[in-house]
Antibody
């Protein structure tokens, strides 16, 4: 059964870099036909797509975050990673790791991890 | 402000039907048959309920149905049950910049 599990610091200082890892189990990230990505949700607010990556290297980012974001995959560890630089309080959110279908829907989600940006 | 417009709330009585709308533009909802819907209970991750406008993933009850007309997509929940009370989000492929947009969410209350 496919499972995604996010991990990383729950507290990040302003101007620093947020780094999260998602460990995928039950399927190989390199399985063809699927993409992987990150979505976030500020407390009490809606969902925001951050970006998507294909194991072969193609990546797609939300233009509102493009200058801050890097998404990468490590097929040897079956993990994907998120780095968000120069964070502010506005980046406080629950961050979800997702599997994305070719129709741009998200069929598997991690449980989410809350990251708070505060000094 | 979200790219797709949803009503903030909707309600219906047990056993009744309710429809939630999701309005976009010809660059997203109207331009592609790549609309999806998600159900989110408090403190939980969203769950895919509908993809490609009207298709249901395995395990999703057929009480949930989706449709689209022009720039507006809709999610209908028939035979409302107590466990359907949740937040519902629509999303659409938008071509590029950004590739995916979400609605602001609709809180469904079952009376």
């Amino acid at each position: 059964q496919l499972q995604l599990q996010e991990s990383g610091p729950g507290l990040v200082k302003p101007s620093e870099t947020l780094s999260l890892t998602c460990t995928v189990s039950g399927v190989y990230i390199s399985d063809s036909g699927y993409y992987w990505g990150w979505i976030r949700q500020p407390p009490g607010k809606g969902l925001e797509w951050i970006g998507t990556i294909y194991y072969g290297g193609s990546s797609y980012y939300n233009p509102s975050l493009k200058r801050q974001v890097t998404i990468s995959v490590d097929t040897s560890k079956n993990q994907l990673s998120l780095r968000l630089s120069s964070v502010t309080a506005a980046d406080t959110a629950v961050y979800y790791c997702t599997r994305q279908r070719s129709d741009w829907s998200f069929d598997y989600w991690g449980q989410g991890t809350l990251v708070t940006v505060s000094s | 402000q979200s790219a797709l417009t949803q009503p903030p709330s909707a309600s219906g009585s047990l056993g009744q039907s309710v429809t939630i709308s999701c309005t976009g533009t010809s660059s997203d909802v109207g331009g592609y048959n790549y609309v999806s819907w998600y159900q989110q209970h408090p403190g939980k991750a969203p769950k895919l309920m509908i993809y490609e406008v009207s298709k249901r993933p395995s395990g999703v009850p057929d009480r949930f149905s989706g449709s689209k007309s022009g720039n507006t997509a809709s999610l209908t929940v028939s035979g409302l049950q107590a466990e359907d009370e949740a937040d519902y989000y629509c999303s659409s492929y938008a071509g590029s910049n950004p590739y995916v947009v979400f609605g602001g969410g609709t809180k469904l209350t079952v009376l």
